[in-house]
């Protein structure tokens, strides 16, 4: 998910920059809420787990995605899977995404600690080898979406600014410890209103926190774009809530326990110290990868090498 939502500022780049583009946008049905706002911009649905599925199900979504004179067609994910379509595509103009893997393998292993090329970058780069320079220097974002009475209703009026947590993250290594976000939260919801972000499966544990409004399983995604876009400041992880956030023009503080920002995935547009970085004295091996899969059994809580304190002070400061 968060891939795909890197893209969207660099896409929304590309629309305002070349009045003359139109894009297809090849993705899950799941994400094409991203995409909502930016015009001349059209999705098909990739169904992975259904008719396109594996090599003879790639060939029926070629045939598909054939009956359009594509100028180009720009891999953002390069894969496998991207692989193999490229090879049913009549389109002859294919740039790849270079994952910049041996910079990044430098970082790992500690022989070059130093920050990489943002994802937002790399995709912008594919974009520009096709004859379409992009500058994310100057970027703008959606409007805030005005809420209906439902989301009222669940979140409530009173007029303190917003603040999203999304305690959780894929691998347990990228998460700050849960006792200490509920204290983060708890101190947080002394001045601020704070609604709580997850998925469906983190409706349980969403609901042992004291403080803030769970509204994880209770919103369609569309829904909670709109809660998202309405906040003044997102907590997150280094996950998929980061970049939803960053794409809409939230400010985003986030945590990072065995990744680093310096691989090249820091939410877009913002500032180098909203990245709340684990104690690297006391865990020198960050980052141990790339995506947070990997790391020492003793690493598992590094993020709490960031007190609870700094949390808040670092909100309260985003904030005002």
């Known amino acids: 998910m968060g891939d795909v939502a890197m893209s969207v500022p660099v896409l929304r780049a590309l629309i305002q920059q070349h009045p003359e583009v139109e894009v297809t946008v090849l993705t899950r049905a799941f994400f094409k809420p991203f995409f909502r706002d930016i ?37 953002l994910h390069h894969v496998l899977r991207s692989k193999i379509l490229k090879q049913f595509l009549k389109c002859k103009r294919f740039v790849s995404l270079d994952k910049g893997r041996a910079e990044k393998r430098l970082l790992i292993y500690g022989e070059k600690f130093e920050a990489l090329k943002t994802t937002h970058q790399r995709y912008a ?19 805030r979406v005005v809420l209906g009475q439902t989301l009222q209703r669940l979140i409530g009026r009173d007029s303190k600014k917003w603040i999203g947590v999304a305690p959780f993250a894929a691998h347990e290594g990228k998460m700050y410890p849960l006792p200490l976000m509920k ?15 997850g998925g469906v499966s983190d409706v349980e544990a969403l609901n042992t926190f004291e403080n803030g409004i769970n509204l994880a399983g209770k919103l369609t ?21 980061a970049h939803l956030a960053a794409m809409l ?72």
């Open 39 to 75: 015009p001349r911009v059209k999705i098909v649905s990739a169904e992975v787990k259904g008719k396109h599925k594996g090599v003879f199900g790639l060939y029926k979504l070629a045939k598909e995605l054939n009956q359009n004179a594509f100028y180009g067609v720009a891999d």
């Open 125 to 143: 780069d594919v974009f520009e080898k096709l004859g379409f320079p992009v500058d994310l220097s100057n970027p703008s974002f959606p409007k």
């Open 183 to 197: 204290q983060v939260v708890k101190a947080l919801s002394q001045k601020y209103t704070v609604i709580l972000f």
């Open 221 to 241: 995604f569309d829904e909670e774009l709109d809660v998202i876009s309405n906040l003044d400041a997102m907590l997150s992880m280094d996950s998929g809530n």
């Open 249 to 320: 023009g939230v400010k985003v503080v986030t945590i990072w326990g065995v990744t680093h920002p310096f691989a090249g995935f820091g939410p877009f547009n913002q500032l180098e110290d909203f990245a709340l970085i684990a104690d690297r004295t006391q865990f020198p091996k960050i980052p141990t990868s790339v995506y947070g899969n990997s790391y020492p059994e003793d690493y598992k809580d590094a993020a709490g090498s960031i007190a609870p304190e700094v949390v808040v002070a670092k909100l309260q400061d985003v904030v005002g």
